[in-house]
């Protein structure tokens, strides 16, 4: 079961150092619980099986005061050996803890994801701002690479978590807080805010793309586009009803007048593999039923249900799905 | 008043001191009953039952009111289980899930766990000390009724669909005004109020119960260990609510009046939420398992026929648990990017809580390797005690290590960690006392087969529940979220996960049959059932208003197993007047007697006051000036004495 | 009982009153005073963390209180110790009368107290609601408030109740003696707090 399922989101992964880290150290720290466990059980069981005796010290032969020598050593032998094994294994995540904080020395990308209620804000920092790159829900790594990715938050505390990458981090408005990691194999990895935020927590995920490096840059390069011009009569249509009407309230396409931060950008929504932050995989259905009407796909979400004439939902659809 | 008419007062009251019945060679007997009946039994009626301060019955309605709230939230964790059931699933939408666990968590913890412990420690901490009542019996009566109000209010607003939905520890913003517009966190805030004020009075109750009333004899190094642990607890309990009855004030005066405390953009920090309530909220757990290991070792000692294996050692044990889970409220908070340069540190204090509970399991072990243990149900409960909790322990360590928990936080794996402990750690030992004192709170004993049936199911039951939420949590599954996709892997777990919780619901459920047939059905019980040897089995079953016709003096450590024949007692307190006998703290000599109050109604009425006055501050601050004014006067009410005349010896009326 | 019986000691000649930690009381008020120790200890705890995260205290270049009326507050409070002092010396040598005749000053004291601080929250410069530094401080203030007046409501009561012919009980000299205890706790608490409203924002 577990082998199958690997790598998509769980922790049974060796998608990056960091995960690695964590499962050998969780390897030691079961090995450890187990024989402690076994120990408890053992004298469990002895103790079962030795009940009846005759010479047992009990109320019934006045003997209930006596202290058994044997278990007096046998107290100061399990006190040393809980001991030892804490200390062996406080010693163990120091160690791990070590090895981990060494990887945030030499980072060589920036990244920082800005949360909000229920989505994920995407920055990929450039020393040249016009390489600074905006997008949303969908993360590109490139393997290999060590990278620091800056946490913060527009609302309530979030939670950063790709199990199959690395450990979590909480996302807290007012404070910054960061992660590192190193991606070691090509892959689609799932994230999924981990601290409760309010009703749509459960669909506030996140893809994770982690890629060859040329691939990573050509995807960036592309992202840095800005959004292509509508080519048929119907995609302009929706062009129109999307620049124009309530979506550039709160989104914002490069290249258009929607600039609107409220919501997740779109310049290149058809590209991605999710909708709403993982609520949904992409494709024309999905996004017609989400347009359509958000608040049945996704209850609370921040986007209200528009009413649209079926003719402007074909259109904006139509247009959407050019936002490669 | 003048000199000579003082005089003349000191002498009527000297006649009359003459004049006070005594127990003693020349009363005692059916005769002593009789007349101790008459002077403690409460007023009849209705209003009787409602100003009544008799430990026994407050105790009774604190276990049946917590055991309602066990069943109430737990038929909300068979509707979450039931929508986790399968992926995607739309039986229970987004919002309502939420108010299921906030209200799942926070009723289990606030409105079952904690209470219930206390209201076992009301019942049975007098009698086991040998004692008439407890300390300050009016405030004991105070403290249930402000739980049962806190509860009602809580469940009322889930009726009135405005119950809370933000999590059992609320954390802020998402708890503070601008995210959860509405009284919903409100309504969550002030049932802290409640049941902190409710267990901080039973705390001083239970704290001035063990240190003053004990038999005399009763050093505390003769102690019962569940007193030990009562005493612990009623100090940690003493030390760790102040903490979040202040993050909830200010809470909620962030919502009602506009301070910033939480807010980071007024200078307030949403962190100081987690510290405080942390404070409190890691003590807490130990809170609900202390009494709990207190429980296993009555078990452990009468069923194993001897006593519990280096005292000392389990004593300081649970002394050291106490201090030491102050210190681990950070635990909570690894992934909230404290200084790294800590973590070792929180690590390695987290790990050493598990040095003293090691210690304890040991000494139970021996003491049943050493002895001659009986399996009968309550045993039965230890050994599922010790078999689940563990594992909980085990995981408790292994979440300890920061660089694990980073990946488990907020995963099922911490939902299947705290329940093991929970369940595994509380509940067991607690199914295991309610069946073995069952005998002294009814006079009948609780069917043995249902009892064994019932065990083997909710053990099993159990680990079938929670067991496969460990792999969920491995496999990517947050907690708190209403549903999940397919394909992760979480359609197993999951499914095994519901199947469990319905077959501990209906173990719980058969538990609670088998009692109410045992309380009319049930075999007679004999006075000692167990045969064991602490004081609460040397009065009848159920013991009479008074507990004790004499008080008992105790030698040892295990009193009714060391006085083969008479039990040695002490003559001489009053008995047409309540009326107990205080003893010094740690030497346990006679030190002063007690007048006992009587029958009161205005713990009652101060309690509804001061419900009145929480309730209405969630619709306006100004309830707080206006509220507090019939408050102060049931209070007071409360303590002026009803007869200005005065009584050749002290009384509380 | 369930079994027979062997009288040992006998308890009739024992004590109905004692003061100090023989008292039941003594120590429902000593488990009081941790409680509220606590809760204070950690605001204080609340305030220094909030602090921490500042550059300036208080914050935005505001106006630290003015000390006037604190001072003065604290001065009183702390003579109001003498009195306290006597009528707990009073209530320990079981003179009811000392007792009557010194209670009024120490409620005549309380309410002097109660007017002293009215002037107190007007000197804070800060609304509550004006930021965090302004709402723990006003915290702390009410805090301590609602100790006065309680405390204060304590003492009328106990006053009422010794001026009655109950006066002369034992108990009512315990009680006596432990409100005298409370009052001191209320102003020892009182002195972190006066530092640290009006003296910590001047450092
Ligand atoms: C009865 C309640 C109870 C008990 C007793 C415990 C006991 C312990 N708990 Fe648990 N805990 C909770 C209830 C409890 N916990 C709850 C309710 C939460 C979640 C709150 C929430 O988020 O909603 C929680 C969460 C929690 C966390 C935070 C997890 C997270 O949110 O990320 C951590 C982290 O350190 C932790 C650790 C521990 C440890 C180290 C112990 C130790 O005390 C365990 C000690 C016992 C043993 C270890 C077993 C016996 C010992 C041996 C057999 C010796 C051999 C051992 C070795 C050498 C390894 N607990
Ligand atoms: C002592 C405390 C305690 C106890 C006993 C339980 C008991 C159970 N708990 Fe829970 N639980 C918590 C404390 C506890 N829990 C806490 C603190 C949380 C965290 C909340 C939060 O995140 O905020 C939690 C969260 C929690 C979750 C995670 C929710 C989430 O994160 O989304 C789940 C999921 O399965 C769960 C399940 C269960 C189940 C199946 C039981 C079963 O054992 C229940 C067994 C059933 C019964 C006891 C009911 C018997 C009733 C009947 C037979 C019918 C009676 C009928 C009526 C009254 C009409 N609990
Ligand atoms: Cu965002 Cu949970
Ligand atoms: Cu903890």
Not at chain 1, 134 to 145: C, I, K, Q, R, S
Not at chain 2, 364 to 379: H, K
């Amino acid at each position: 079961m577990i082998g199958s399922l690997q790598t998509y989101q769980s922790i049974f992964s060796s998608a990056a150092d960091e995960v690695r880290q964590f499962n050998t150290l969780l390897v030691i720290f079961l090995v450890v619980c187990a024989i402690m466990y076994t120990l408890v059980i053992a004298f469990l069981i002895a103790g079962i099986l030795r009940r009846r005796r005759a010479d047992a010290h009990v109320v019934e032969n006045g003997m209930h005061h006596r202290q058994n020598p044997l278990m007096r050593t046998g107290l100061i032998a399990w006190g040393s050996l809980v001991g030892v094994g804490l200390i062996a294994l406080a010693i163990a995540s120091f160690v791990a803890d070590r090895s981990l904080a060494s990887t945030s020395a030499h980072e060589r990308l920036s990244i920082t994801v800005t949360a909000n209620q229920w989505w994920w804000d995407i920055q990929y920092n450039s020393a040249d701002v016009s390489k600074t790159l905006h997008t949303a829900n969908e993360l590109h790594l490139p393997v290999g690479v060590p990278v620091r990715i800056t946490l913060h938050s527009n609302d309530v505390i979030h939670s950063f978590w790709v199990p199959s990458l690395a450990g979590k981090q909480d996302l807290i408005p007012g404070r910054e807080n960061d992660i590192t990691l190193v991606p070691r194999k090509v892959g689609i990895y799932r994230g999924q805010c981990a601290e409760f935020c309010g009703t749509q927590h459960a669909h506030m995920a996140l893809v994770v793309n982690v890629e060859p490096y040329a691939d990573f840059i050509r995807w960036w390069q592309h992202q840095l586009q800005p959004a292509v011009a509508p080519q048929t009569p119907l995609a302009l249509a929706g062009y129109i009803v999307v620049t124009t009407g309530q979506c550039a309230m709160c989104h914002s396409i490069a290249g258009t007048p929607a600039s609107a931060t409220v919501g997740p950008d779109l310049t290149h929504l058809a590209s991605r593999r999710s909708l709403a932050a993982g609520t949904l995989p992409m494709g024309k259905g999905q996004l017609y039923g989400w347009v359509a009407d958000p608040q049945s796909v996704k209850p609370g979400s921040k986007m209200p249900t528009i009413p649209l004439e079926p003719n402007q939902l074909h259109a904006v659809v139509a247009y959407l799905e050019t936002l490669k | 008043m003048k000199p000579a008419e003082h005089d003349k007062e000191e002498r009527r009251l000297a006649e009359e001191r003459k004049r006070i019945v005594r127990d003693g060679p020349k009363l005692k007997g059916a005769k002593l009953e009789a007349r101790l009946e008459r002077t403690w039994r409460r007023p009849p009626g209705f209003l009787g039952w409602l100003a009544t301060v008799d430990h026994k019955e407050i105790g009774r309605r604190y276990i049946v009111t917590a055991l309602i709230f066990l069943a109430l939230g737990g038929a909300l964790a068979l509707l979450m289980r039931l929508q986790l059931a399968r992926p995607d699933n739309a039986l229970i939408g987004a919002s309502r899930f939420n108010e299921l666990f906030t209200m799942h968590g926070s009723t289990m913890m606030f409105l079952f766990a904690v209470p219930v412990m206390e209201g076992v420690a009301v019942y049975i901490i007098p009698l086991m000390l040998g004692t008439r009542s407890t300390g300050f019996p009016r405030l004991n009566a105070f403290s249930y009724y402000m739980y049962l109000f806190g509860g009602l209010m809580l469940w009322g607003a889930f009726a009135l669909n405005i119950a809370p939905d933000i999590g059992w520890f609320a954390y802020t913003p998402l708890s503070g005004p601008q995210f959860s517009p509405g009284k919903r966190a409100d309504i969550w805030a002030q049932m802290i109020t409640f049941t902190e004020v409710s267990a901080l009075a039973a705390a001083v109750v239970l704290v001035a119960t063990i240190l003053k009333t004990r038999a005399p004899g009763m050093t505390l190094s003769r102690m019962p260990l569940f007193a030990w642990a009562m005493l612990v607890v009623a100090a940690m309990i003493i030390f760790a609510m102040p903490s979040v009855a202040l993050a909830s004030s200010m809470l909620i005066s962030d919502r009602l009046v506009g301070t910033q405390f939480y807010n980071q953009f007024e200078h307030g920090d949403a962190l100081l939420w987690q510290h405080l309530f942390w404070f409190f909220g890691h003590p807490e757990v130990y809170i609900i398992f202390l009494p709990a290991t207190g429980f296993v070792s009555v078990i452990v000692e009468t069923f194993c026929r001897r006593p519990v294996f280096a005292y000392p050692v389990v004593v300081l044990a649970l002394i050291s648990t106490g201090i030491l889970a102050f210190g681990l409220w950070v635990h909570h908070m690894f992934a909230t990017g404290l200084p790294r340069v800590g973590y070792s540190f929180y690590t390695a204090a987290s790990m050493t809580v598990a040095v003293p509970t090691a210690l304890q399991i040991f000494c139970w072990l021996a003491t049943m390797w050493d002895g001659r243990p009986r399996f009968e149900v309550p045993m039965l409960y230890v050994v599922g005690f010790i078999v689940t909790f563990v594992i909980g322990g085990l995981s408790g360590v292994i979440i300890a290590s920061v660089p694990l928990d980073l990946e488990l936080h907020d995963t099922y794996f911490i939902v299947a960690h705290f329940h093991y402990v929970l369940i595994g750690g509380a509940v067991f030992p607690l199914l295991g006392i309610l069946t073995y004192w069952f005998p002294k709170i009814t006079g009948r004993m609780m069917n043995e087969t249902l009892g064994k049936i019932g065990f083997w199911t909710i053990f099993l039951g159990f680990q079938l529940a929670f067991f496969p939420m460990h792999f969920a949590g491995l496999l990517g599954m947050p907690r708190r979220v209403y549903t999940y996709p397919a394909g992760l892997g979480l359609e197993l777990p999951n499914l095994l996960s519901t199947i469990g919780a319905f077959v501990v619901a209906a173990s719980v459920l058969l538990f609670v049959v088998n009692g109410l047939w045992s309380l009319y059905r049930g075999a007679i019980a004999p006075p000692n059932p167990w045969d064991a040897a602490s004081l609460e089995w040397a009065t009848t079953s159920p013991p009479p208003v008074y507990n004790f016709e004499h008080i008992p003096v105790v030698q040892s450590r295990t009193p009714l197993w060391d006085e083969k024949g008479e039990l040695p007692v002490v003559t001489g307190l009053r008995v047409d007047e309540k009326e107990t006998l205080l003893t010094t703290v740690v030497a346990a000599t006679p030190d002063l007697r007690e007048p006992v109050p009587q029958a009161s109604l205005w713990p009652f009425i101060a309690a509804v006051a001061t419900g009145i006055l929480f309730i209405a501050s969630i619709f306006s601050p100004w309830a707080i000036l206006f509220g507090a004014i019939p408050a102060a006067i049931a209070l007071t009410a409360w303590f002026w004495p009803k007869d200005m005349k005065r009584q050749p010896e002290p009384v509380i009326t | 009982m369930i079994r027979q019986v062997r009288f040992t000691d006998d308890v009739a000649d024992l004590p109905t009153h004692k003061f100090g930690p023989s008292s039941l009381t003594w120590w429902g008020i000593i488990g009081y005073m941790v409680v509220e120790g606590g809760f204070f200890a950690l605001a204080f705890a609340a305030y220094f963390f909030l602090m921490g995260h500042e550059q300036g205290w208080p914050p935005e270049g505001r106006v630290p209180p003015n000390p006037l009326a604190g001072t003065l507050f604290t001065i009183v409070i702390l003579l109001s110790e003498i009195p306290n002092t006597m009528i707990k010396k009073a209530a320990n040598a079981h003179d009811t009368e000392r007792v009557r005749a010194l209670m009024p000053i120490i409620v005549a004291i309380g309410a002097v107290l109660l007017i002293i601080r009215g002037f107190e929250f007007n000197s804070l410069n800060v609304l509550w609601f004006d930021n965090a530094y302004g709402s723990i401080i006003w915290a702390l203030l009410l805090l301590h408030t609602i100790h006065i007046l309680t405390d204060w409501g304590d003492t009328i009561v106990l006053w009422a109740l010794m001026m009655t012919p109950l006066g002369f009980e034992g108990r009512r000299l315990v009680d006596t003696d432990e409100n005298a205890l409370y009052w001191r706790y209320v102003w020892l608490l009182w002195i972190p707090i006066y530092l640290m409203i009006y003296w910590v924002p001047r450092l």
